[in-house]
Every structure is written in C-alpha cells, then in structure tokens.
C-alpha cells in the first residue's frame, strides 16, 4: 500500500518497496542466492572477496598478473582456482556447459560469452568469427541459452575502428583507400555470417559496448544488423553504457530509426565498463569526458532508458543487466505497474557470473526472466576480463561489502542448521 510511504519519497523508492512488498523480492534471501554453491564453493568466495576488498592486493595482481602469464611464470594454477573459478565458466564449452546446467536447475538462463577481444591480423579475426558461431551453434543445443555476447574489436582491427569513429560519416574518411575499404567489407561480412547463424537458430547476439573513441562504427554496424534480421522479433542487440551522458539521447534516436525503419530495438542496458580509461583520455587529449558527473546522473539515466524500454515494450527489447538492487526492483515493479507478465519475451534481467547472485536468484525464484553472463575461453584470453572484474569488485562502492555480508550471512545460516 502506498499509504505507507512519505510524501517526499521519490518514486523509485517507492516502486522498490512495491517490488520488496507485493512480489516478495528480498536481496536479503542468502539462501536462495547461494542455493547452487557448496560450503567449499562459497568460503572461496568468501576469501576471494575479502582480498578485493584491499585496493592494493588488487592494483597488485593487476599489473603482475598479465606479466606472469605471458613470462610463463606459473601461476595458472592459482588464477584458475581463485579468480577464474568465480568469474568464469571455463575453458572449454564444454566446462562452460556443466555450469550452465547447474544454473539451470535453478531457473537461471546463461548468455555465453567467448572471452575474446583485441585481437589483430585477418587470420585471427577469422577465427574469432568461426568460434562465436560455435558457441552459437552449442547454444541452440541448450534450453537455458537464449544469447550469446560478441566483441566487435574481436574481429575488426581497433585501429579500423577508432579511423572510422573519427570519420563524419561511416565510410568517409577511408574512400580513398582501397584497402581499409575491403577491410571493412571483411568486418561487415563477419558480422552478417554470425547474425544469420544466429537468426537461423533463434539465439540472440548482444553487442558489447566498447571504448567511446570507436563506438560510432560498432553503433552503426549494430543498427545495420537489427534493420536486417529484427524484423520480426529480438535478435541482435546493441549495448547502451549509460555512465555516458549522450547515451540516453541515443537510446532515443535508435528507437526513432527503428519506428521509420519497422524493425525491433534491442538494448542491454549497462552502466559501464571503462570508467578510468575514458576519463584519462579525456584529459590527456584536453576534451569533456565523455562520463557522468557523478553516479547520481548515472542512476537516473539508467533508470530512465529502464522506463522507456518498458513503456515502449512491444517495441523494444530489453535486457536489464546491472548490479544496481534499486534498478532491479524499479524494473520489477514498472513490470508489475504495467501488466507486463513476467515471461514478456521482450524483458530479461543479466548479472555478471560469480557477481550478485543476491539479485539472479532471487529474481528467477520470483519468476522472472534472468540470466548469468558467463564468459569462458583460456586462461590467457581472459585475463583482460578478469582484471576488470577485480578492478570493479575494489572500485564500485559497497560492491565487495556486499557480497561478503551475504556469503558470511548464509555460511553462519548453513552452520546453525
């Protein structure tokens, strides 16, 4: 009832506590967060958390850790127990796969993700290309694996790229370079054999976002992509990192191309990943970042794309992929406000693997629509994606208190039975 409520309350507040209230959504739920993970599994956890929770074992590991690898010091046999274990589903699909069916059991999709990204040279981005449509093809054998996520740096050259970003339009800017023109002929077409795959086996393709300075061309390429074969329903989707400040007016306009050109939108809604990056490249070339002034603007950014992705939902298909509780609930309860069963094809929830389960499995117990997103691949592809996670997991305020409040919540809850 809302009669409970202060009158200053704002009204995401106020529809987070509808959420906690009428559906019975509790992040507070240990139990059911860490159903899947055994007291071992979960006191590694706990361990793990607790050296992020030091900003220096992590500024450490992150710059050592890259260097062990490619000097052959052996460390793999740590990293893989440790790090990887909690982020990562594996080396092979197969590993992967194993996971993915303990999720399973729990009502948690995967979106499998082969953790690949900055690679050079045509023969690898072919290669790159091959295996993200074997990771396609795997997913279709599976029931809990509706997307899969690609990196276009994965088989397009980030010099390429950042070129075309610079360009005022798409190809302008390369028109008199024959060979940068059949290279991007190369991309496009690596592009399209995995989206028609994909389509062909009805799984969905997220685009992840990439550096501001080469997301022009990643953006258009996208768009080019939904024109063909969202027709008639979601299958590629392109990343809004809504740290941005311009990325809610883009939103917008994607949604405008896609009313004149009838085909589906389809977003992941992200926060961000290169925060620090994008802010020092920003200073050293003396331009305004392209970031937030602050997280207050991101939140409400974030939760305003939330808003117009469900109020636009016949539409739009969205992907709520955040670690933000309060998002989560205010898309539960937009949900709910607006009649939107909880199996609409058109919303999903996403959280990082071995990051929040507080929120994936509370979500799948109240029924809805969630899934982990599970990156597998060798140790030495990705470490880039591990380096970020222990660098998010030292950064974002509360992130590592929070795990550890609840893994130490449900090993005493374990204890005491």
């Known amino acids: 009832m809302t009669s409970i409520f202060f009158t200053s309350a704002s009204s995401t507040d106020i529809r987070c506590e509808i959420a906690r209230n009428s559906m019975n959504i509790s992040f507070d739920n240990s139990e059911n967060a860490f159903a899947y993970k ?7 956890a706990r361990f793990l958390f607790s050296s992020m929770g030091f900003q220096w074992v992590v500024e450490a590991g992150v710059r050592l850790t890259p260097f062990a690898m490619k000097t052959g010091l052996p460390v793999r046999g740590l990293i893989r127990k440790t790090i990887f274990k909690q982020f990562v589903g594996g080396e092979t699909l197969e590993e992967t796969g194993a996971v993915g069916d303990v999720l399973k059991k729990f009502g948690v999709d995967v979106i499998l993700d082969y953790g690949i990204e900055g690679k050079q040279g045509e023969a690898d981005f072919d290669q790159a290309t091959e295996e993200f449509i074997r990771v396609i093809n795997y997913a279709a054998t599976k029931d809990n ?3 899969i996520s690609i990196k276009v740096t994965g088989f397009a050259r980030f010099k390429l790229l950042e070129r075309l970003h610079g360009a ?18 190369r991309v496009r077409d690596r592009m399209f054999r995995i989206c028609s795959v994909a389509a062909e086996k009805n799984i969905g393709v997220l685009v992840d976002a990439e550096e501001s300075w080469i997301q022009d061309p990643v953006d258009r390429l996208t768009i080019e992509m939904m024109e063909i074969f969202n027709k008639e329903k979601a299958i590629v989707y392109n990343t809004i990192q809504l740290y941005r400040h311009d990325r809610l007016d883009f939103l917008k306009l994607s949604y405008r191309i896609a009313q004149q050109q009838k085909f589906k939108l389809a977003v992941k809604l992200v926060r961000g990943a290169y925060m620090e990056k994008e802010r020092s490249r920003a200073a050293l070339k003396g331009v305004r970042s392209p970031i937030q002034p602050d ?17 636009n939902i016949n539409n739009v298909a969205c992907i709520v992929a955040t670690h933000n509780e309060k998002s989560n609930l205010t898309a539960v309860a937009l949900i709910e406000e607006k009649g939107i069963p909880f199996t609409h094809p058109h919303i999903h929830f ?6 929040s389960d507080h929120i994936t499995f509370n979500l799948a117990k109240a029924g809805l629509s969630v899934s982990k997103y599970l990156p597998f691949g060798p140790i030495t592809d990705v470490i880039p994606y591990l380096m970020r996670r ?28």
């Not at 055994?38 to 590694?44: A, I, P, R």
């Not at 005022?168 to 008199?176: A, Q, V, Y």
């Open 38 to 44: 055994t007291d071992k599994e979960l006191k590694n």
């Open 295 to 311: 997280k207050q603007s991101t939140d409400a950014d974030y939760d305003a794309a939330v808003d117009f992705c469900i109020s």
């Open 145 to 147: 694996i509706p997307y």
């Open 168 to 185: 005022p339009r798409l190809r302008s800017g390369i028109h008199d370079n024959e060979a940068e023109i059949d290279e991007w002929q």
């Open 350 to 355: 996403s959280q990082l693997y071995g990051m």
């Open 390 to 417: 222990a660098q998010e997991n030292s950064s974002v305020s509360g992130q590592t208190g929070r795990e550890l409040t609840l893994i130490k919540k449900e090993l005493n809850r374990r204890k005491q039975k």
